[in-house]
Structures are given as C-alpha cells and as structure tokens.
C-alpha cells in the first residue's frame, strides 16, 4: 500500500473513531434514561408495580437495557473492525 492511501485511511480512520467516540457519549445519554426509567419502576409502590401502567414502564425499562446492550456490542464490534483495517494500513 502507498503513502497516500494509508494517509487516506489514516484520516478516515479517525473520522470513524471520532464517531464511536460521539456514539458511546450518546449511549451514555440512553442509558442515564433507561436507569431512570427503571428507578421510576422500582420506586412504585407494589401495587402500582402491578397495574398495566407499571408493567409498561418495566417492559420498556427492560426493552431499552436490552438495546442498549446491543448498541454497545456493535461498537464494541466497529472498534475492532477499525483497529483491523488500521493495523491492515500498517503493514
């Protein structure tokens, strides 16, 4: 591979990794309001915890953890793939 086009997937490269970096910000955001649903869920009186109402807030509490929890994984995933194709530019 020549100079140039590693220079090229340097830069693009960090573009990428600049946007991981704003998607975990983001997912941070999420989960603050996934935690805070589910604080709303547990904070409910029992009684309240049964009722359609609460068992909506817990379904979505769980809903979105579950989400989330994917959402990371797949950057988990790009981090690997970039670290792949920069270490590929690299040789």
Sequence with gaps: MNKARRTLIASEVLAVRTAIENL??????LQDIAN???ECYD????????SDQGQRIEECAEQLE???????????DLDG???SIEETANQ
Excluded: T
């Design 36 to 38: 805070a649903e589910q």
């Design 81 to 83: 793939a970039i670290d």
């Design 24 to 29: 975990r910000f983001a997912l941070s955001n």
């Design 66 to 76: 579950s989400n989330l929890s994917d959402f990371e994984s797949a950057l988990d």
């Design 43 to 50: 904070n409910m009186p029992e009684g309240l915890q049964n």
